[in-house]
Protein backbone atom coordinates (compact mmCIF):
# COMPACT_ATOMS: atom_id res chain seq x y z
CA UNK A 1 0.00 0.00 0.00
CA UNK A 2 2.68 2.35 0.67
CA UNK A 3 4.32 2.09 -2.89
CA UNK A 4 0.95 3.03 -4.18
CA UNK A 5 0.53 6.42 -2.09
CA UNK A 6 0.86 9.45 -3.42
CA UNK A 7 2.75 12.41 -2.07
CA UNK A 8 0.73 15.33 -1.21
CA UNK A 9 3.08 17.26 -3.89
CA UNK A 10 2.18 14.65 -6.23
CA UNK A 11 -1.67 14.58 -5.57
CA UNK A 12 -1.46 18.26 -5.95
CA UNK A 13 0.14 18.22 -9.37
CA UNK A 14 -2.58 16.21 -10.58
CA UNK A 15 -5.15 18.76 -9.37
CA UNK A 16 -3.08 20.95 -10.87
CA UNK A 17 -2.92 18.82 -14.46
CA UNK A 18 -6.33 17.92 -13.82
CA UNK A 19 -7.77 21.87 -13.88
CA UNK A 20 -5.48 22.72 -16.76
CA UNK A 21 -6.58 20.20 -19.01
CA UNK A 22 -10.37 20.48 -17.88
CA UNK A 23 -11.15 23.90 -17.73
CA UNK A 24 -11.11 26.12 -20.67
CA UNK A 25 -8.09 29.11 -21.20
CA UNK A 26 -9.78 32.13 -19.76
CA UNK A 27 -13.86 33.03 -18.99
CA UNK A 28 -15.73 35.86 -17.60
CA UNK A 29 -16.99 35.64 -14.09
CA UNK A 30 -19.31 38.34 -11.72
CA UNK A 31 -18.13 38.49 -8.56
CA UNK A 32 -17.71 41.25 -5.69
CA UNK A 33 -14.36 42.40 -4.21
CA UNK A 34 -14.31 42.02 -0.83
CA UNK A 35 -10.75 43.00 -0.25
CA UNK A 36 -8.08 44.55 -2.49
CA UNK A 37 -4.11 45.55 -1.68
CA UNK A 38 -2.19 46.66 -3.97
CA UNK A 39 1.80 45.87 -2.48
CA UNK A 40 5.43 47.59 -3.21
CA UNK A 41 6.03 45.99 -6.60
CA UNK A 42 2.55 47.04 -8.16
CA UNK A 43 0.93 43.55 -7.83
CA UNK A 44 -2.58 43.53 -7.13
CA UNK A 45 -4.37 40.99 -4.76
CA UNK A 46 -7.63 40.54 -4.59
CA UNK A 47 -10.56 38.55 -2.59
CA UNK A 48 -13.30 37.79 -5.05
CA UNK A 49 -16.77 36.82 -3.24
CA UNK A 50 -19.76 35.51 -4.34
CA UNK A 51 -23.42 36.19 -1.86
CA UNK A 52 -26.61 34.62 -1.71
CA UNK A 53 -29.50 36.97 -3.54
CA UNK A 54 -31.75 36.24 -0.77
CA UNK A 55 -29.89 36.92 2.69
CA UNK A 56 -26.26 38.12 1.38
CA UNK A 57 -24.08 35.30 2.78
CA UNK A 58 -21.11 34.10 1.01
CA UNK A 59 -21.56 31.05 -0.76
CA UNK A 60 -18.24 31.08 -2.55
CA UNK A 61 -14.77 32.27 -1.99
CA UNK A 62 -11.42 32.65 -4.04
CA UNK A 63 -8.28 34.76 -4.18
CA UNK A 64 -7.21 36.33 -7.16
CA UNK A 65 -4.36 38.58 -8.75
CA UNK A 66 -3.83 41.20 -11.48
CA UNK A 67 0.25 41.38 -12.35
CA UNK A 68 2.00 44.67 -12.13
CA UNK A 69 1.68 45.09 -16.19
CA UNK A 70 -1.78 44.04 -16.55
CA UNK A 71 -2.98 46.67 -13.33
CA UNK A 72 -1.17 49.53 -14.66
CA UNK A 73 -3.49 49.17 -18.06
CA UNK A 74 -7.01 48.25 -16.06
CA UNK A 75 -7.25 50.43 -13.49
CA UNK A 76 -6.98 53.83 -15.03
CA UNK A 77 -9.20 52.26 -17.83
CA UNK A 78 -11.52 51.04 -14.99
CA UNK A 79 -11.79 54.21 -13.31
CA UNK A 80 -11.73 56.55 -16.02
CA UNK A 81 -14.65 54.97 -17.22
CA UNK A 82 -16.37 54.48 -14.45
CA UNK A 83 -15.52 57.40 -12.61
CA UNK A 84 -15.34 54.82 -9.52
CA UNK A 85 -12.20 53.65 -7.43
CA UNK A 86 -11.69 50.31 -8.21
CA UNK A 87 -12.04 48.92 -4.33
CA UNK A 88 -13.48 46.78 -2.10
CA UNK A 89 -17.43 46.55 -1.99
CA UNK A 90 -17.98 46.83 -5.70
CA UNK A 91 -19.33 43.98 -7.99
CA UNK A 92 -16.99 43.66 -11.11
CA UNK A 93 -16.81 41.55 -13.81
CA UNK A 94 -13.30 40.00 -14.96
CA UNK A 95 -11.94 37.50 -17.39
CA UNK A 96 -9.26 35.31 -15.22
CA UNK A 97 -7.88 31.96 -15.76
CA UNK A 98 -7.57 29.60 -13.10
CA UNK A 99 -3.93 28.85 -11.74
CA UNK A 100 -3.53 25.97 -8.87
CA UNK A 101 -0.40 25.73 -7.60
CA UNK A 102 0.94 23.08 -4.98
CA UNK A 103 1.93 25.36 -2.99
CA UNK A 104 -0.25 28.20 -2.51
CA UNK A 105 -3.60 26.65 -3.69
CA UNK A 106 -6.12 28.08 -5.56
CA UNK A 107 -6.43 31.44 -6.89
CA UNK A 108 -7.92 33.34 -10.10
CA UNK A 109 -5.67 35.27 -12.34
CA UNK A 110 -7.48 38.64 -13.35
CA UNK A 111 -6.36 39.44 -17.29
CA UNK A 112 -8.82 41.80 -18.30
CA UNK A 113 -12.01 43.55 -17.29
CA UNK A 114 -15.79 44.96 -18.28
CA UNK A 115 -16.38 48.61 -16.81
CA UNK A 116 -19.66 49.04 -18.27
CA UNK A 117 -21.14 45.67 -15.84
CA UNK A 118 -19.96 48.35 -12.82
CA UNK A 119 -21.39 51.00 -14.24
CA UNK A 120 -24.74 49.21 -14.59
CA UNK A 121 -24.47 47.64 -10.77
CA UNK A 122 -23.75 51.34 -9.64
CA UNK A 123 -26.64 53.08 -10.83
CA UNK A 124 -29.33 50.20 -9.95
CA UNK A 125 -28.07 50.25 -6.21
CA UNK A 126 -27.70 54.27 -6.26
CA UNK A 127 -31.83 54.30 -7.47
CA UNK A 128 -32.32 51.05 -4.86
CA UNK A 129 -31.16 53.46 -2.27
CA UNK A 130 -33.29 56.06 -3.62
CA UNK A 131 -36.26 54.37 -4.08
CA UNK A 132 -36.02 52.57 -0.17
CA UNK A 133 -35.31 55.85 1.23
CA UNK A 134 -38.35 57.23 -0.44
CA UNK A 135 -40.45 54.54 1.17
CA UNK A 136 -39.31 55.33 4.18
CA UNK A 137 -40.47 59.24 3.67
CA UNK A 138 -37.09 60.26 5.46
CA UNK A 139 -35.49 61.55 1.34
CA UNK A 140 -37.64 65.42 1.78
CA UNK A 141 -36.92 65.43 5.60
CA UNK A 142 -34.03 67.92 5.42
CA UNK A 143 -34.93 70.16 2.86
CA UNK A 144 -38.01 70.91 4.67
CA UNK A 145 -36.27 72.42 7.56
CA UNK A 146 -36.48 76.08 7.74
CA UNK A 147 -33.18 78.07 7.34
CA UNK A 148 -32.44 80.84 9.58
CA UNK A 149 -32.59 84.31 7.91
CA UNK A 150 -28.95 84.93 8.71
CA UNK A 151 -27.39 81.41 9.29
CA UNK A 152 -24.36 82.61 11.23
CA UNK A 153 -23.39 79.63 13.21
CA UNK A 154 -21.65 77.15 11.06
CA UNK A 155 -20.80 73.42 11.83
CA UNK A 156 -18.42 72.08 9.13
CA UNK A 157 -17.96 68.46 8.09
CA UNK A 158 -14.63 68.50 6.02
CA UNK A 159 -11.19 66.57 6.03
CA UNK A 160 -8.66 68.98 8.11
CA UNK A 161 -5.43 68.79 4.77
CA UNK A 162 -9.02 69.60 1.96
CA UNK A 163 -7.51 72.45 -0.21
CA UNK A 164 -11.65 73.59 0.04
CA UNK A 165 -12.03 73.58 3.74
CA UNK A 166 -9.30 76.43 3.61
CA UNK A 167 -11.15 78.00 0.32
CA UNK A 168 -14.50 77.70 2.09
CA UNK A 169 -12.90 79.84 5.38
CA UNK A 170 -11.23 82.41 3.38
CA UNK A 171 -14.30 83.18 1.56
CA UNK A 172 -16.51 83.82 4.60
CA UNK A 173 -13.85 85.45 6.73
CA UNK A 174 -12.30 87.61 4.07
CA UNK A 175 -15.91 88.94 2.52
CA UNK A 176 -15.93 92.67 1.33
CA UNK A 177 -19.34 93.06 3.21
CA UNK A 178 -17.25 92.40 6.65
CA UNK A 179 -19.75 89.99 7.70
CA UNK A 180 -18.73 87.63 10.72
CA UNK A 181 -19.73 83.57 10.95
CA UNK A 182 -18.82 81.39 13.58
CA UNK A 183 -17.18 78.63 11.99
CA UNK A 184 -16.23 74.89 14.10
CA UNK A 185 -14.60 72.07 12.34
CA UNK A 186 -16.12 68.37 12.94
CA UNK A 187 -12.90 66.21 11.02
CA UNK A 188 -14.01 63.46 8.86
CA UNK A 189 -12.27 61.25 6.47
CA UNK A 190 -13.83 62.08 3.17
CA UNK A 191 -12.79 59.50 0.78
CA UNK A 192 -12.15 55.60 1.08
CA UNK A 193 -13.89 53.07 2.85
CA UNK A 194 -13.86 54.89 6.63
CA UNK A 195 -15.46 57.44 4.84
CA UNK A 196 -19.42 56.82 5.41
CA UNK A 197 -18.70 56.04 8.86
CA UNK A 198 -16.06 58.99 9.45
CA UNK A 199 -19.47 62.13 8.78
CA UNK A 200 -21.45 59.76 10.52
CA UNK A 201 -19.69 60.15 13.65
CA UNK A 202 -18.88 63.51 12.89
CA UNK A 203 -22.77 64.28 12.14
CA UNK A 204 -23.47 62.80 16.06
CA UNK A 205 -21.01 65.29 17.57
CA UNK A 206 -22.51 67.97 16.01
CA UNK A 207 -26.10 66.79 17.39
CA UNK A 208 -24.80 67.59 20.96
CA UNK A 209 -24.84 70.88 19.95
CA UNK A 210 -28.13 71.07 17.47
CA UNK A 211 -29.58 73.92 19.54
CA UNK A 212 -26.54 76.06 18.72
CA UNK A 213 -25.75 75.57 15.12
CA UNK A 214 -27.77 77.43 12.60
CA UNK A 215 -26.68 75.10 9.52
CA UNK A 216 -23.96 72.12 8.42
CA UNK A 217 -21.92 72.17 5.67
CA UNK A 218 -20.33 69.46 4.08
CA UNK A 219 -17.43 69.90 1.86
CA UNK A 220 -14.53 68.16 0.13
CA UNK A 221 -12.34 70.15 -2.65
CA UNK A 222 -10.31 67.99 -4.69
CA UNK A 223 -9.47 64.31 -5.09
CA UNK A 224 -10.96 62.34 -8.01
CA UNK A 225 -14.17 62.19 -8.91
CA UNK A 226 -13.64 57.95 -7.75
CA UNK A 227 -13.65 59.52 -4.46
CA UNK A 228 -17.54 59.82 -4.18
CA UNK A 229 -18.55 56.65 -3.40
CA UNK A 230 -19.10 57.10 0.23
CA UNK A 231 -21.48 59.64 -0.81
CA UNK A 232 -24.11 57.35 -2.05
CA UNK A 233 -24.45 55.34 0.59
CA UNK A 234 -27.50 54.25 2.02
CA UNK A 235 -26.77 54.64 5.82
CA UNK A 236 -24.99 57.95 5.19
CA UNK A 237 -28.21 59.43 3.07
CA UNK A 238 -30.16 58.16 5.59
CA UNK A 239 -28.60 60.49 8.73
CA UNK A 240 -28.20 63.21 6.24
CA UNK A 241 -32.39 62.68 5.70
CA UNK A 242 -33.36 62.91 9.13
CA UNK A 243 -30.55 65.36 10.95
CA UNK A 244 -32.14 68.53 12.36
CA UNK A 245 -29.97 71.19 11.40
CA UNK A 246 -30.13 72.18 7.50
CA UNK A 247 -27.17 70.53 5.81
CA UNK A 248 -25.45 72.29 2.43
CA UNK A 249 -23.24 70.11 0.54
CA UNK A 250 -20.34 71.35 -1.53
CA UNK A 251 -18.70 68.10 -2.91
CA UNK A 252 -16.50 69.58 -5.75
CA UNK A 253 -18.23 68.24 -8.53
CA UNK A 254 -20.65 69.29 -11.28
CA UNK A 255 -21.22 66.65 -13.34
CA UNK A 256 -22.49 63.63 -11.20
CA UNK A 257 -25.07 64.25 -8.33
CA UNK A 258 -24.79 61.91 -5.43
CA UNK A 259 -27.32 60.89 -2.95
CA UNK A 260 -26.09 62.95 -0.24
CA UNK A 261 -26.43 66.12 -2.73
CA UNK A 262 -30.11 64.66 -3.51
CA UNK A 263 -31.36 64.77 0.14
CA UNK A 264 -29.43 67.64 1.49
CA UNK A 265 -30.89 70.75 1.96
CA UNK A 266 -29.55 73.02 -0.81
CA UNK A 267 -26.93 71.13 -2.73
CA UNK A 268 -24.04 73.62 -4.43
CA UNK A 269 -21.22 72.51 -6.34
CA UNK A 270 -18.47 73.65 -4.27
CA UNK A 271 -17.14 74.98 -1.30
CA UNK A 272 -16.66 78.18 -2.37
CA UNK A 273 -20.04 78.39 -3.81
CA UNK A 274 -21.64 77.55 -0.33
CA UNK A 275 -19.29 80.51 0.99
CA UNK A 276 -20.84 82.83 -1.62
CA UNK A 277 -24.31 81.25 -0.45
CA UNK A 278 -24.25 82.07 2.93
CA UNK A 279 -22.98 85.63 2.08
CA UNK A 280 -25.42 86.58 0.17
CA UNK A 281 -28.22 85.11 2.38
CA UNK A 282 -26.79 88.47 4.49
CA UNK A 283 -25.98 90.62 1.93
CA UNK A 284 -29.96 90.23 0.65
CA UNK A 285 -30.88 91.20 4.33
CA UNK A 286 -28.80 94.41 4.28
CA UNK A 287 -29.89 95.58 0.90
CA UNK A 288 -33.50 95.48 2.10
CA UNK A 289 -32.68 97.61 5.49
CA UNK A 290 -30.69 100.04 4.34
CA UNK A 291 -34.33 100.05 1.64
CA UNK A 292 -36.03 100.36 4.53
CA UNK A 293 -34.07 103.09 6.33
CA UNK A 294 -34.14 105.02 3.14
CA UNK A 295 -38.01 104.72 3.10
CA UNK A 296 -38.62 105.61 6.54
CA UNK A 297 -35.88 108.81 6.46
CA UNK A 298 -37.88 109.98 2.95
CA UNK A 299 -41.12 109.22 4.48
CA UNK A 300 -40.01 111.40 8.02
CA UNK A 301 -38.93 114.13 6.23
CA UNK A 302 -41.93 114.26 3.40
CA UNK A 303 -43.92 114.31 6.94
CA UNK A 304 -41.62 117.13 8.63
CA UNK A 305 -42.89 119.28 5.22
CA UNK A 306 -46.62 119.07 5.41
CA UNK A 307 -46.52 119.76 9.24
CA UNK A 308 -44.26 122.98 8.44
CA UNK A 309 -46.45 124.25 5.27
CA UNK A 310 -49.75 123.48 7.87
CA UNK A 311 -48.47 125.74 10.13
CA UNK A 312 -46.95 128.57 8.07
CA UNK A 313 -50.89 128.58 6.66
CA UNK A 314 -51.96 128.77 10.03
CA UNK A 315 -50.03 131.72 10.95
CA UNK A 316 -51.29 133.42 7.43
CA UNK A 317 -54.92 132.53 8.85
CA UNK A 318 -54.40 134.04 12.44
CA UNK A 319 -52.78 137.72 11.40
CA UNK A 320 -55.87 138.51 9.22
CA UNK A 321 -58.34 137.36 12.24
CA UNK A 322 -56.67 139.84 14.76
CA UNK A 323 -56.65 142.80 12.06
CA UNK A 324 -60.26 142.26 11.49
CA UNK A 325 -61.15 142.08 15.22
CA UNK A 326 -58.50 145.07 15.58
CA UNK A 327 -60.29 146.79 12.80
CA UNK A 328 -63.75 145.89 14.04
CA UNK A 329 -62.90 147.37 17.65
CA UNK A 330 -61.31 150.56 15.89
CA UNK A 331 -64.36 151.31 14.17
CA UNK A 332 -66.86 150.85 17.02
CA UNK A 333 -64.65 153.32 19.48
CA UNK A 334 -64.93 156.34 16.39
CA UNK A 335 -68.64 155.23 16.21
CA UNK A 336 -68.99 155.93 19.95
CA UNK A 337 -66.49 158.94 19.74
CA UNK A 338 -69.12 160.57 16.92
CA UNK A 339 -72.28 159.86 19.01
CA UNK A 340 -71.12 161.17 22.19
CA UNK A 341 -73.52 163.76 23.94
CA UNK A 342 -74.31 165.58 27.64
CA UNK A 343 -73.61 162.74 28.86
CA UNK A 344 -69.74 161.86 28.41
CA UNK A 345 -68.67 160.49 31.32
CA UNK A 346 -71.05 158.36 31.16
CA UNK A 347 -70.62 157.12 27.82
CA UNK A 348 -67.14 157.25 28.54
CA UNK A 349 -67.76 154.73 31.23
CA UNK A 350 -69.85 152.68 29.12
CA UNK A 351 -67.22 152.80 26.38
CA UNK A 352 -64.46 152.17 28.73
CA UNK A 353 -66.53 148.86 30.45
CA UNK A 354 -67.32 147.94 26.63
CA UNK A 355 -63.82 147.93 25.76
CA UNK A 356 -62.89 145.90 28.48
CA UNK A 357 -65.06 143.67 27.41
CA UNK A 358 -63.97 143.37 24.18
CA UNK A 359 -60.56 142.91 25.06
CA UNK A 360 -61.63 140.14 27.31
CA UNK A 361 -63.11 138.94 24.38
CA UNK A 362 -60.37 139.76 21.97
CA UNK A 363 -57.77 138.22 24.67
CA UNK A 364 -60.05 134.91 25.16
CA UNK A 365 -60.51 134.38 21.41
CA UNK A 366 -56.97 135.06 20.43
CA UNK A 367 -55.86 132.59 23.53
CA UNK A 368 -58.52 129.66 22.60
CA UNK A 369 -57.03 129.84 19.06
CA UNK A 370 -53.51 129.75 19.87
CA UNK A 371 -54.17 126.53 22.05
CA UNK A 372 -55.60 125.23 20.09
CA UNK A 373 -53.10 125.59 17.43
CA UNK A 374 -50.29 124.68 20.31
CA UNK A 375 -52.11 121.86 21.22
CA UNK A 376 -52.12 120.37 17.31
CA UNK A 377 -48.81 121.30 17.07
CA UNK A 378 -47.53 119.10 20.23
CA UNK A 379 -49.46 116.66 18.47
CA UNK A 380 -47.25 117.02 15.70
CA UNK A 381 -44.03 117.36 17.44
CA UNK A 382 -44.99 113.91 19.28
CA UNK A 383 -45.35 111.70 16.10
CA UNK A 384 -42.39 113.31 14.49
CA UNK A 385 -40.47 112.15 17.24
CA UNK A 386 -41.58 108.70 16.79
CA UNK A 387 -40.42 108.98 13.11
CA UNK A 388 -36.90 110.89 14.49
CA UNK A 389 -34.42 109.16 12.21
CA UNK A 390 -31.84 109.58 15.18
CA UNK A 391 -34.35 107.16 17.32
CA UNK A 392 -34.25 104.24 14.07
CA UNK A 393 -30.73 104.72 14.19
CA UNK A 394 -30.30 104.46 18.48
CA UNK A 395 -32.08 100.95 17.66
CA UNK A 396 -28.81 99.50 15.88
CA UNK A 397 -29.82 100.52 12.40
CA UNK A 398 -26.81 102.65 10.38
CA UNK A 399 -27.32 104.60 7.09
CA UNK A 400 -24.10 104.75 4.48
CA UNK A 401 -23.59 107.91 2.02
CA UNK A 402 -21.81 108.28 -0.65
CA UNK A 403 -21.25 112.17 -1.59
CA UNK A 404 -24.60 112.93 0.30
CA UNK A 405 -26.68 110.35 -1.17
CA UNK A 406 -27.73 107.22 0.96
CA UNK A 407 -25.82 103.80 -0.33
CA UNK A 408 -28.63 101.62 -1.73
CA UNK A 409 -27.50 99.16 -4.22
CA UNK A 410 -23.65 97.84 -3.87
CA UNK A 411 -23.46 98.97 -7.74
CA UNK A 412 -23.66 102.84 -6.94
CA UNK A 413 -20.04 102.06 -4.91
CA UNK A 414 -16.97 102.28 -6.95
CA UNK A 415 -13.35 101.15 -6.17
CA UNK A 416 -11.77 104.14 -4.27
CA UNK A 417 -15.19 105.72 -3.45
CA UNK A 418 -15.35 107.56 0.17
CA UNK A 419 -18.17 106.98 2.13
CA UNK A 420 -19.91 107.95 5.34
CA UNK A 421 -21.31 105.83 7.61
CA UNK A 422 -23.61 107.52 10.26
CA UNK A 423 -24.30 105.60 13.31
CA UNK A 424 -26.97 106.55 16.58
CA UNK A 425 -23.88 108.04 18.23
CA UNK A 426 -20.94 109.30 15.62
CA UNK A 427 -19.51 108.67 12.02
CA UNK A 428 -17.40 106.42 10.60
CA UNK A 429 -15.56 107.35 7.24
CA UNK A 430 -13.94 104.41 4.94
CA UNK A 431 -13.10 103.85 1.44
CA UNK A 432 -13.76 101.16 -0.73
CA UNK A 433 -10.59 98.74 -2.05
Keep these: MENEALSLHQLLGQ ?94 NITDIEPSFTLGDLARQKQEIINRLKAEGVFEMNKSLQVPELPGKIAIISSTTAAGLGDFIDQLSGNQFGYKFYLKLFPAIMQGNEAEQSIIQALDRIYIYESFFDAVVLI ?15 WLASHLCQFPLPIFTGIGHE ?46 SDKVAVEKEKLSRYLLLLKPAVKERLAICSTNLKILGTNLTGSLKSRLVTSSELMSRMEVMMKNAVKDFL ?63
Design 15 to 108: VKSTLKHALPSAWWVIAEISELKVNYSGHCYLELIDKEPANESIRARARATIWSSVFRMLQPYFETTTQTRLTSGIKVMVKVTADFHELYGFSL
Design 371 to 433: MVRKHHLEMLRKQNNYLDPFLILRRGYSVTYLNGKAVKESKMVGKGALLETRLAEGIIKSKTL
Design 220 to 234: RGGGAQSDLNCFNSY
Design 255 to 300: QDETIADMVAHTRLKTPTAVAEFLISRYHEADININELSQQLLDLV
